[in-house]
């Protein structure tokens, strides 16, 4: 049935893996039809924060889903949003006065960042300087797949093929660093460098600045000092560019601390999340702004209003699910789980080198590593590390010859001793023939 009528993401069906076909999951396995077990060390694409099929987050949604399912969003509204603007609005650090205070509610990471870039466009257009409409945003950043989303992230070069239906985005190159690195200062000195270029040749056309705060993800947990962020940021300001922070996967806890700007020490204007919102079990984000940003788009005519929405906007069972993962991530008990996952990173890292396995770089509970030799994404080495991992029960799914876990709190030091273990492993079998693995 699969093979016949499905159509999978981010895929080249011809010659792709048959699909594994998961039945029930917990914590952090999954179980296929034959009873097999998978650990999931990516958490499902990002999204997993506590494991799966959480009893508390389930019965919150199956609670929801019978008192009010759905209900549209312009003209109405509902408890579980309101409480959940309430618990985020507390949990998001804050640089007074400007505070992050507006929520805009959408589905997916894509609409959270096609929501961003809509509002800062029209929030100049409001502000009677419709010149200010071009974007800045960092080289190889990814920011989701609809069209103003694959416009920022273009240069990640997964989008070739829809070149043409995307706007023009200026870049800066992205300091990538690792353990070790000393060639850190540097890097970042020839970025501020042409930001600084850039901003004086575009003096009054930016629009907007959009940043993966200290971690690309798609582009293969690519990872920066968060000085150097609020470096950038701050250049950004200084011209009066709005500052958007992409926190789509650093969000929740996943580089140390509750959102990745905080170890930036900036607050952006427009913050965007999704993915561990919801605690990985329905689709929800949302979009929040500065109070003045907001207050532009109030007027007399519809004009100056925001024209965007979507038909699940604020959908009250994903939101309640989103308040009860809200209320275990602020438990201590994930708080230290989540530090546990950082020191064991830490240690695999002091522990090594290992062979052919370069550029080891941890962030919060995010461990990557290259494997030397060069790849593509979705090339015939990619596809021989996903194997090599799922045949030992993990699943651990590179990016071109990155390979990294990402993984769900709730998994034990002895389950992360097994991925480092596969993963060292995976460096010795497959880094010297990297090269010759090419597809
Ligand atoms: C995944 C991701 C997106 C897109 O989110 P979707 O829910 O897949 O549309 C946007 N930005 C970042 C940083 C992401 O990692």
Known sequence: MDARHIWHPFTQAKGSLDPICIVKAEGNKLYDHAGKTYLDMISSWWVNLHGHAHPKIASAIAEQAQKLEQVIFADFTHPPALELTKKLHAALPRENPRELNRFFFSDNGSTAV?????????????????????FIALEGAYHGDTVGAMSVGMKSGFFDAYKSLCFDVLTIPFPAIWHGDKTAAEKEKQALSQLKNLLSQHDGEIAGFIFEPMVLGAAGMKMCGGDFIRDCANLARQSKALVIFDEVMTGFGRTGSLFAYEQCKITPDILCLAKGLSGGFLPLAVTVAHEDIYEAFLGDGFGKALAHGHSYTANPMACAAAIASMDLLLDEESAAQREAIKKSHQNFIDAGPYANLEKLRVKGTILAADISGQSVYGGKLSQ????????????????GNTLYILPPYCTTEQELKDAYHAIVEAGEIFGDTAISLVA
Do not use: C, T, V
């Open 114 to 134: 096609e929501s961003a870039i809509k509002m800062a466009l029209h929030y100049w257009r409001n502000k009677d300087q419709p010149q200010r409409r071009k």
């Open 384 to 399: 021989d590390l996903k194997l090599f991992f799922l045949n030992r029960g993990l699943l651990i799914r590179p990016i």
